[in-house]
């Protein structure tokens, strides 16, 4: 009996332990929101329209006071401004971010962005 109830409770600890969300990672989508937040502001950028180009942009929905609309190629053909990010990295405790701005469909500005993510201050490159 006390076999049983032993591997019962090893059982148990083993599939509470599976049933958590450890979710301290790194990349985490409010990490990412946080992120990109910053790039945002520090950037200065009034643009709102990002173009979807396969990197998931779930975090945009967690960014507070501004609305971000993804787009795709189609729709990009009809706005005069929107953003590309090439790059979207969090890797040992920097944030990289590559983006575009388009203008009057024309690229008009290519910029590679660093932080560090422990104080999200801007890293030289």
């Known amino acids: 009996m006390k076999n049983i109830l032993t591997t019962a409770l090893l059982?148990?600890?083993v599939f509470i332990g599976f049933g958590q969300n450890f979710d301290s990672k790194p990349d985490s989508v409010e990490k990412k929101a946080e992120l990109f937040n910053h790039f945002y502001h520090h950037q200065n950028l009034e643009i709102t329209n990002v173009l979807d180009n396969g990197i998931d942009f779930d975090f945009l929905q967690h960014i507070k006071y501004t609305n971000f609309t993804t787009i795709n190629k189609s729709e990009a053909r009809q706005l005069d401004t929107y953003l590309i990010i090439n790059v979207f990295s969090m890797d040992n405790g920097i944030g990289r971010?590559?983006?575009?701005v388009v203008n009057s469909g024309k690229e008009t500005l290519n910029k590679s962005v660093k932080f560090s993510l422990k104080d999200y201050t801007f890293l030289k490159i």
């Open 11 to 13: 059982f148990a600890t």
């Open 97 to 100: 971010i590559d983006y575009t």
